[in-house]
């Protein structure tokens, strides 16, 4: 059973590019949600999607979007990319909670690496 | 304004001995917590979780310990291992995304 599959690894860009980055969900996953990690920060939550919809949203600007596919596959697009975006993306996946006191279990995959010049 | 504080950058333990690593947090509206741990190179992996309404959970060599009332809970791993180090990030939910801590870095040595 394949888990979490983030693609690429490693990107670099220049300042004012713009970078998609692809998740796919371990299987039987519904809900995918993408986090930043900075260096030396903790990750930091982004958006959240579910049905193809984004759910929840972090305090990130309008240049940070996303997409969900039917297949529960989701992308990460960052416009108009500046240096402090530099940081190791995280997608993790989950079967949506709907509620009360039981919390599914996030799983993450291993990251793609996004260095801004 | 940082929900969810970890004060110790690094932690160095010995084999065999215990390791505590401890985490606070501010928003009293936190009813889930977790444990996550990272190798380099790797994606955060659940270690062990503790809702609210429990003061502790135990996984075998893991136990998480909170204390509502201070607002503070810590991970135990007992024994240590060499494998056991990484960076630990701890996490809270309120129904909500998951707010990290800036992680605790585990060194242990044989």
């Known amino acids: 059973d394949a888990g979490v599959t983030q693609s690429p690894t490693h990107l670099i860009k220049t300042r004012g590019q713009q970078v998609t980055l692809r998740c796919s969900p371990k299987s039987g996953h519904d809900t995918v949600s993408w986090y930043q990690q900075a260096l030396g920060q903790g990750p930091q939550f982004i958006f959240q999607y579910y049905e193809e919809e984004e759910r929840q949203r972090g305090n990130f600007p309008d240049r940070f979007s996303g997409h969900q596919f039917p297949n529960y596959s989701s992308e990460l697009n960052v416009n108009a990319l500046w240096l402090g975006d530099s940081a190791l993306y995280l997608c993790a996946s989950s079967l949506l909670s709907y509620g009360g006191m039981e919390y599914n279990e996030q799983f993450f995959g291993p990251g793609t690496r996004l260095t801004v010049l | 304004d940082q929900q969810v504080k970890q004060n110790s950058p690094s932690l160095s333990v010995q084999e065999g001995r215990i390791s505590i690593l401890n985490c606070d947090y501010t928003?009293?509206?936190?009813?889930?917590f977790l444990w996550y741990k990272k190798y380099p190179a790797e994606g955060p992996t659940f270690l062990i979780s503790i809702s609210s309404i429990k003061d502790k959970n135990e996984d075998g060599r893991f136990t998480v310990f909170l204390n509502k009332s201070a607002k503070h809970l810590s991970l135990h791993i007992v024994p240590s291992q060499p494998g056991d180090s990484a960076v630990y990030f701890c996490a809270a939910s309120a129904n909500t995304p998951l707010v990290f801590g800036k992680g605790t870095r585990l060194s242990v040595i044989a």
């Open positions: 928003n009293s509206m936190f009813d889930y």
